[in-house]
């Protein structure tokens, strides 16, 4: 095995430098932390409810991470843009609202209808209307409307507060393609750590932010 050569008299001592350690360390961090906020920022959408249309599944002021590149299904809970979108007679359909948040229900081709209180969905390509499985969290009894034939390309939404809730029963199908991002499982479940989190991100971006 070959050896290393005797350090000379007159070298130096090679030491590791506590704070060089720390410095590299800190660096490696940072670089990391730095691609994770560009991957963020470019896949993921901080959401904050605002309102009670999706009680008790989500109350205002929750925050929620929705995903930029998911493939929306039914059932999913979705952010949508509304910022463009008009009435007929060319206002507004949500005043003031750039984005809802409200489960996607039905997709073109589907049928969906209310009675007596039970949500029933007639599948595209399929003959008989079915009864819509809804979320445990749901609150209210969705009134009866209906049957409504969902168009190609659009989509039929709604709160899961039936009892106050802007949604597809007042406002008509919206276009599939307004989708902004698919709220993810997993900040559902832990809604309350992200909402402590992105509050403390708030407080911290509020206090650099202010005038001095």
């Given at each position: 095995?070959?050896?290393?050569p005797p350090r000379m008299l007159n070298e130096p001592k090679r030491e590791v430098s506590a704070f060089g350690v720390i410095l590299s360390v800190l660096i490696a961090l940072l670089v990391a932390l730095l691609f994770f906020e560009m991957w963020f920022a470019r896949h993921i959408i901080p959401i904050c409810v ?163």
């Open positions: 095995m070959k050896q290393l605002d309102g009670r249309s999706m009680n008790n599944t989500l109350q205002s002021g929750d925050w929620v991470y929705a995903r930029r590149d998911a493939e929306p299904e039914r059932g999913d809970i979705v952010i949508v843009d509304v910022s463009t979108l008009k009435e007929k007679d060319g206002s507004p359909l949500y005043r003031g609202i750039d984005t809802i948040i409200k489960r996607l229900v039905a997709v073109g081709g589907d049928e969906v209808k209310c009675t007596d209180g039970v949500l029933y969905i007639r599948y595209a390509g399929e003959e008989e209307f079915a009864p819509l499985p809804e979320p445990p969290e749901k609150l209210g009894t969705c009134p009866d409307f209906g049957p409504v034939k969902v168009g190609e390309g659009e989509m039929f939404l709604l709160g899961d507060n039936h009892t106050n809730s802007e949604d597809s029963i007042g406002k008509g199908c919206l276009p599939f393609e307004n989708i902004a991002g698919v709220v993810t499982e997993w900040s559902l479940e832990h809604k309350e750590s992200i909402t402590a989190w992105e509050n403390f991100r708030q407080s911290i971006r509020d206090f650099f932010g202010k005038d001095k």
